[in-house]
């Protein structure tokens, strides 16, 4: 029988150490300065799609932020995730497991101040689930909130972690957004894996309108 997607992820976390994962980021800076740079008030809620065990959310509470919500498929990578937060920072997270392509549970927030995406929207191959994710992307982020999405560049990797991902550059993710966002910056990014290789990566930060 063919595993379940989230079967497929559940695997890749429970059986590797967080430290060896290929998208591991000891230190999440090119996202915390994209967040600091939006201007949020501390208590906006800020929702992390793909979060894994991401370093990012215990950053953000140590940075005062309180309305957290860490999204994934992967229950597995949510439950470690929790599970490295100290009791004072449990309360300002709560997690989602959800497919980001056929929600069911993200699809019922709203008033989002900032989707933050490190290394989901190019494993979104398939055009149906493009689509898909910016549908709720638009329902669930407020008029004038942030969206701050970094994917493979149009020379990275053509897989990753055994699945085909998509490249992107500026141009071709602001085309995708539409013009109800308006694109804030962007940037190139060399991102150094746990086993020494290197990725390109892009950065953007845009604007709801």
Same mark, same amino acid.
């Given at each position: 029988?063919?595993?379940?997607?989230?079967?497929?992820?559940?695997?890749?976390?429970?059986?590797?150490?967080?430290? !060896?994962?290929?998208?591991?980021?000891? =230190?999440?800076?090119?996202?915390?300065?994209?967040?600091?740079?939006?201007?949020?008030?501390? =208590?906006? /809620?800020?929702?992390? *799609? %793909?979060?894994?065990?991401?370093?990012? &959310?215990?950053?953000?509470?140590?940075?005062?932020?309180?309305?957290?919500?860490?999204? =994934?498929?992967?229950?597995?990578?949510?439950?470690?995730?929790?599970?490295?937060?100290?009791?004072?920072?449990? /309360?300002?997270?709560?997690?989602?497991?959800?497919?980001?392509?056929?929600?069911?549970? &993200?699809?019922?927030?709203?008033?989002?101040?900032?989707?933050?995406?490190?290394? *989901?929207?190019?494993?979104?191959?398939?055009?149906?689930?493009?689509?898909?994710?910016?549908?709720?992307?638009? !329902?669930? *982020?407020?008029? $004038?909130?942030?969206?701050?999405?970094?994917?493979?560049?149009?020379?990275?990797?053509?897989?990753?972690?055994?699945? /085909?991902?998509? $490249?992107?550059?500026?141009?071709?993710?602001?085309?995708?957004?539409?013009? %109800?966002? !308006?694109?804030?910056?962007?940037?190139?990014?060399?991102?150094?894996? /746990?086993? $020494? =290789?290197?990725?390109?990566?892009?950065?953007?930060?845009?604007?709801?309108?």
């Amino acid at each position: 029988m063919k595993k379940s997607l989230q079967e497929d992820w559940n695997q890749k976390y429970a059986s590797s150490l967080q430290t !060896k994962l290929g998208w591991y980021e000891e =230190d999440p800076a090119p996202s915390l300065a994209y967040i600091e740079r939006c201007g949020l008030p501390k =208590d906006a /809620p800020i929702l992390d *799609v %793909g979060s894994g065990m991401t370093t990012l &959310i215990s950053k953000l509470i140590d940075g005062g932020y309180q309305n957290i919500f860490a999204a =994934d498929i992967s229950n597995i990578a949510l439950e470690k995730a929790r599970s490295l937060l100290s009791e004072e920072q449990q /309360p300002h997270v709560r997690w989602i497991v959800d497919d980001i392509a056929h929600s069911t549970e &993200i699809q019922n927030l709203e008033g989002i101040a900032l989707w933050h995406d490190r290394a *989901v929207f190019h494993f979104l191959t398939k055009d149906e689930n493009r689509q898909a994710y910016l549908s709720l992307l638009q !329902k669930v *982020v407020k008029h $004038g909130g942030h969206v701050i999405m970094a994917t493979f560049a149009l020379t990275g990797a053509t897989h990753c972690s055994g699945f /085909p991902v998509q $490249g992107y550059s500026v141009d071709t993710l602001t085309k995708f957004m539409g013009e %109800g966002f !308006k694109l804030i910056e962007a940037m190139d990014y060399i991102y150094q894996m /746990p086993s $020494g =290789d290197s990725r390109p990566y892009i950065y953007t930060h845009f604007e709801r309108v």
